[in-house]
């Protein structure tokens, strides 16, 4: 429990610190309620396993994960993967997914991968997270606007789809939605309604609304799924066949990468408004205990969920109290009130994911991104969004973060110096039939072609070329490669070849690769004077 150990060490589980984490918890689960149904609809799923994840996972990541102000449940970035997995495996094979994507989460921690996360590039993440919005935004319409069920596995055949029949949109569903969506956004701005979560506002308001004004035709939870159960869940092991766990080996890997990218960023952010500092390798730890734990008890793949984190943080949340408090309050509602759930229209819940999606897209960021940053990263970011959007999760990260790879490649290699040294850089006397080659950066295989242009062009062999690698951080193997099949062409030409200044690790990997026995020890000196010196000496001996 290493959390909360943190936090008794700092002295923060006193008596006199209980009241704001209790308080806190108390908040975040009434936050957490209308949102982990709405989740879990959403995700293919029954209303109540929305619950029983939040409740599972966020105590198992309360526990035993590495952030102190953590909240974990089920997030609204799953919708899209689960959602999937469910349509093609069914509720057993998206239980033995997250099972799957457990175990890969805590291989990670285990193997300290908590902290590579940050080099997923910022466009990539953005452009992901703008995509699974505009997914789950148009995911909603069918709920929203009371339409058919969308035909079709791609985004565009369902969302022709809910175009072409938005005409016979049913009109009292719209209008309970909309009436939802008005108080989600505006309500809290009311002075007297300010601490009062909107989703929660929304939930309530919507349906007294339906229960007052009872149109037919309108689809609640009690319609489609029968209400929600009024006891807690049972312990039962998934399906787990052979076959099945080969085949979801991706989406397992997909809902781990996932979780580990969100979890962390939602410490990240829980860390800068709090001034704490988590483990990330212990948070994918705490996150894998999470997501096995939860499908053996009714749930689903969860995740740090940034905006409970926040709502966690703002309401004086100090240890991993206030999560366990969260899910506590998630208990006490389906013990003590889910029969009222029963009457919860589905267009309430939609409504709820409008505000969700939109808070996602972070339009506003996009938006900056794309006028503002280098043009390659914003090609980089839309390119993301729309594979995101219309091909496949996996597929568009895979292939955002290639693209900005090759573009830090490109920016590398461009940025690597290789070029003849200029009077001023040489000594006076520096003796007759000497070249010196000045090298500025890493000599990688992205810089391979600029290395052997800048040879190339001195036209006329010398009887000395020395290259100066003081400059030079690290070379790797197409580099080392490259300067032996140099140094070997320059001495099949007559030309002595010499370097120097390099550094620790060069001359280690210089001699690893044999280069120092091509050149032989007198011909590797660590500076430019010596290296004169040696051919001055040479020269006086001739």
Not at 212 to 220: E, H, I, K, M, Q
Not at 246 to 259: N, R
């Amino acid at each position: 429990m290493p959390a909360l150990i943190e936090a008794y060490r700092a002295g923060l589980l006193g008596r006199q610190h209980w009241l704001p984490n209790i308080i806190a918890g108390v908040i975040v689960g009434v936050v957490a309620l209308p949102l982990a149904m709405a989740f879990a609809i959403a995700s293919g799923t029954k209303p109540e396993q929305g619950l029983y994840t939040a409740i599972i996972a966020g105590l198992a990541a309360a526990l035993f994960g590495g952030s102190r102000l953590q909240v974990t449940g089920p997030t609204g970035a799953f919708i899209v993967i689960l959602s999937g997995i469910t349509a093609t495996y069914g509720i057993a094979g998206l239980q033995l997914a997250t099972l799957m994507a457990g175990l890969m989460l805590i291989a990670m921690g285990l193997t300290r991968m908590g902290g590579l996360i940050r080099f997923i590039p910022t466009p990539v993440i953005v452009g992901f997270t703008a995509g699974i919005a505009i997914i789950i935004w148009v995911g909603q319409w069918q709920d929203f606007f009371g339409l058919p069920a969308p035909t079709g596995r791609h985004f565009h055949q369902k969302l022709l789809f809910l175009l072409e029949h938005l005409p016979q949109m049913h009109l009292a569903t719209t209008g309970i939605a909309v009436f939802s969506l008005l108080v989600v956004v505006l309500a809290p701005r009311l002075k007297p309604l300010r601490r009062v979560p909107g989703p929660l506002l929304a939930l309530i308001a919507g349906t007294l609304l339906y229960k007052l004004t009872g149109p037919d035709g309108v689809r609640t939870i009690g319609s489609a799924f029968g209400g929600i159960p009024q006891t807690l869940p049972s312990f039962s092991l998934p399906d787990i066949r052979i076959s099945h766990v080969v085949e979801l080996i991706g989406p397992a890997f997909t809902i781990a990468m996932l979780g580990a990218i969100e979890s962390l960023l939602s410490a990240v952010v829980a860390d800068g408004m709090a001034g704490t500092r988590h483990n990330p390798n212990q948070e994918l730890v705490g996150q894998g205990i999470a997501n096995i734990l939860a499908p053996l008890f009714g749930g689903f793949a969860a995740t740090g969920a940034l905006a409970r984190t926040a709502t966690n943080v703002r309401n004086g949340a100090t240890t991993p109290l206030s999560s366990i408090v969260h899910a506590i309050t998630l208990i006490a509602v389906i013990l003590l009130l889910a029969p009222l759930a029963a009457d919860v229209p589905l267009a309430v819940l939609a409504a709820i994911l409008f505000v969700v999606a939109w808070n996602m897209s972070e339009l506003h960021h996009v938006v900056k991104l794309v006028q503002h940053a280098p043009r390659s990263d914003a090609v980089i970011l839309l390119v993301t969004l729309t594979l995101t959007v219309f091909a496949d999760l996996v597929v568009a990260v895979n292939i955002g973060v290639i693209l900005a790879m090759l573009q830090f490649l490109r920016r590398m290699s461009s940025s690597v110096e290789i070029r003849q040294a200029e009077t001023h850089d040489l000594p006076p006397d520096l003796p007759p039939g000497v070249l010196v080659f000045m090298l500025d950066g890493p000599m990688f295989f992205g810089a391979v072609e600029t290395f052997e242009r800048a040879l190339a062009g001195t036209h006329t062999d010398p009887k000395v070329l020395i290259l100066r690698l003081r400059w030079v951080p690290f070379i790797d193997g197409t580099g080392l490669e490259t300067l032996e099949e140099v140094i070997t062409d320059l001495h099949r030409r007559g030309v002595r070849v010499m370097i120097t200044g390099a550094n620790a690790t060069v001359l280690g990997k210089l001699s690893r690769a044999g280069i120092d026995a091509l050149l032989g020890p007198e011909n590797i000196q660590p500076s430019l004077d010596a290296a004169l010196s040696v051919v001055k000496e040479k020269a006086a001996a001739e």
